[in-house]
């Protein structure tokens, strides 16, 4: 193994470490989405019956939720970790160790990717239960799974560059409301061509986290998809780009040594 | 006489709108020497640390570490340095022997030799029994310890540590200064020390550099910072208060009087005077005495002589004063 490779290895098994040590870490990214799926499919069930809704299972129409709350929890999950490391002193330690900058942030990212995909496996799990079938089939499982990890990743460095650029944990925290108000104002609870009240439309229609649920939703209730496949995928690999590119340089600045 | 293991020339470091923390420091710092920086809180000793260690660029000035520009070559220098900075930077999930083992990684120590270093060092700093435990249920001075273990992982030739027994009890003060002192004489290592109290300074380096307002105003081995400012003084303090003046002219064979608040004193004029021939010759006198005490010079003594103020507190005052300043 590289000592790059060597490097991230540690540093990602450092981070999955981290997490399920801290039990509301995986608890809370896991139980808080279901709760919501349990309560939406009960209160919201009657939408199935609106003409156009695509699915009769409400559960399937839903069950897209879960995978973009995770990330948001991978969000946080990450950006509160490395502030801590910067609070503590812990990323001067590990400045002066020859570890490359992007192998703590690959190590860490790693970690986040890892978590992400325990969860996707615990919401389909959750949603075979209930009942939902995968349209896309085994091949649009797989599918999933990739998205999960790429949604991860993204949010996961938007988290990570926080962290750097402000060094603080509650700064990290702070974005959480912010991210959930995307999330409100997105098609999550109905489709975009049913939401009747023109702004909330035009808002959900201008923002991108309904092309990612959208596109978890294709594979579960369409099957294969294109045009939603390529705007959640195309999304969520520029925000990862971009994040990715963003929390690097805010690393570089962050461990400016000499 | 070989290149000193560290040197500054007019080291500089200058906060944005803030104070200059360290202002024009020289020194060197032999190989195989323990150097005590000794100053009061934010005197400076960290920034230079920080500088020292390549964690924050000088303003102006140089540094060579292990022969290496701090500046121009850092990961040079980071090969050759371990440092263990002021606050035990752990991870509270991660038990001690993971710490090691991710610092033996992160520093390219091969696979194999991992765990041999980490049991090593566990042992070495008193940790075998606690290695499995995460560091949150670790106390201050386990965690100094690992700390310390550490910064030692790749065998460094120049260890900084910054202020390694502040808030630690008696006990692991002692411990840590025995394997200190060790890493010096068994093992080579340079070791560059800041702290704040006198005693450590005293006890285990071999030669001091105070610093006060980011310079360094006094450096030399602790016994000729001692000799600089002033002689040993014996204050005698009668059984009988009318005896004051006939104990004071005994004292005064042996050196200069100087002021005593319940008896006589004097500065002795000979280093070689002993306690006891003062005791002698005030007994073949007949005088009785209730007290005899033997004061040497202390580097509070140093401090005070070249600050004008006693390090004891001298921190907190600038502290007040800048609080008050910002008030």
């Known amino acids: 193994m590289s000592a790059f490779a060597d490097q991230v290895y540690v540093l990602g098994r450092r981070s999955v470490v981290r997490t399920v040590r801290q039990p509301a870490n995986v608890v809370a990214p896991l139980l808080f989405p279901m709760l919501l799926l349990a309560v939406n499919s009960g209160g919201l069930k009657a939408e199935t019956n609106l003409p156009g809704f695509p699915t009769n299972s409400f559960v399937a129409f839903a069950l897209a939720v879960p995978f973009i709350q995770g990330a948001l929890f991978a969000t946080m999950n990450t950006g509160t970790d490395l502030a801590r490391d910067i609070q503590t002193g812990f990323l001067n330690r590990l400045t002066l160790t020859p570890m490359r900058g992007i192998a703590l942030l690959c ?6 990717v890892v978590l992400s995909l325990v969860q996707a496996a615990v919401y389909l799990g959750v949603g075979l239960i209930t009942g939902v079938r995968i349209a896309s089939g085994p091949a649009g499982v797989l599918t999933l799974f990739a998205f999960a990890a790429l949604v991860g990743l993204a949010f996961g460095a938007l988290g990570a560059f926080a962290a750097l650029r402000t060094g603080s944990g509650e700064a990290v925290q702070s974005l959480f409301p912010a991210f959930f108000v995307f999330l409100f104002i997105s098609s999550m609870n109905i489709p ?5 009240v023109t702004w909330f439309r035009d808002a ?44 690097s340089w805010a690393l570089r600045v962050r461990m400016a040594r000499s | 006489m070989p290149d000193p293991a560290i040197q500054a020339d007019e080291l500089v470091r200058q906060y944005k709108k803030g104070p200059r923390a360290v202002d024009g420091i020289d020194l060197a710092v032999q190989p195989g020497e323990i150097y005590g920086f000794l100053g009061p809180n934010g005197a400076g000793k960290s920034t230079t640390v920080h500088m020292l260690t390549t964690l924050l660029p000088p303003t102006s000035g ?10 121009h070559q850092g990961a040079q220098v980071r090969m050759h340095i371990g440092a263990a900075l002021q606050e035990a930077a752990l991870d509270p999930l991660l038990t001690g022997r993971e710490h090691l083992r991710l610092q033996a990684s992160l520093q390219g120590i091969p696979r194999a030799e991992r765990t041999k270093r980490s049991d090593e060092l566990l042992g070495r ?3 075998r029994e606690a290695a499995d435990r995460k560091v949150r249920g670790y106390s201050g001075g386990m965690k ?3 700390d310390l ?12 540590l910054d202020e390694p027994t502040t808030g630690l009890d008696i006990q692991s003060r002692t411990a840590l200064w025995g394997e200190v002192s060790r890493l010096a004489s068994e093992d080579g290592v340079t070791v560059f020390l800041t702290t704040q109290y006198l005693e450590e300074a005293d006890v285990l380096a071999d030669r001091v550099g105070i610093i006060d307002h980011g310079r360094i105003v006094a450096e030399g081995t602790p016994a000729a910072l001692k000799a600089e400012v002033g002689r040993s003084t014996v204050e005698a303090i009668p059984a009988d208060a009318a005896d004051v003046e006939r104990t004071a002219t005994i004292l005064d064979r042996f050196g200069e009087l100087v002021p005593s608040t319940k008896g006589a004193a004097v500065r002795l004029e000979d280093g070689h005077v002993g306690l006891a021939e003062i005791v002698r010759a005030l007994d073949h006198e007949g005088l009785r005495a209730e007290n005899i005490q ?26 007040q004063g800048l609080a008050m300043e910002s008030a």
């Not at chain 1, 099957?223 to 925000?239: K, M, N, P, R, T």
């Not at chain 2, 040497?296 to 401090?303: A, H, I, N, T």
Request: aromatic share 6%; hydrophobic share 50%.
């Open chain 1, 107 to 112: 190590g860490q990212l790693g970690g986040v």
């Open chain 1, 192 to 196: 975009r061509n049913l939401i009747e």
């Open chain 1, 204 to 247: 959900a229609t201008a923002n991108p986290v309904s092309y990612l649920l959208e596109c978890v939703r294709s594979l579960i209730i369409t099957g294969w998809d294109g045009e939603a496949l390529a705007l959640g995928f195309g999304i969520a690999s520029v925000v990862a780009i971009v994040a990715l590119v963003a929390s």
């Open chain 2, 62 to 71: 140089s540094a060579r570490v292990a022969g290496f520009d701090v500046v």
């Open chain 2, 125 to 127: 700093v008193g940790l």
């Open chain 2, 144 to 146: 100094r310890r690992l």
């Open chain 2, 149 to 160: 273990a550490l910064a030692l992982v790749h065998r460094p030739e120049i260890l900084f």
């Open chain 2, 294 to 319: 033997l004061h040497q010079p202390s580097l509070d003594d140093v401090f005070l002589a070249k600050t004008g103020r006693s390090l004891e507190g001298a921190g907190d005052e600038d502290e």
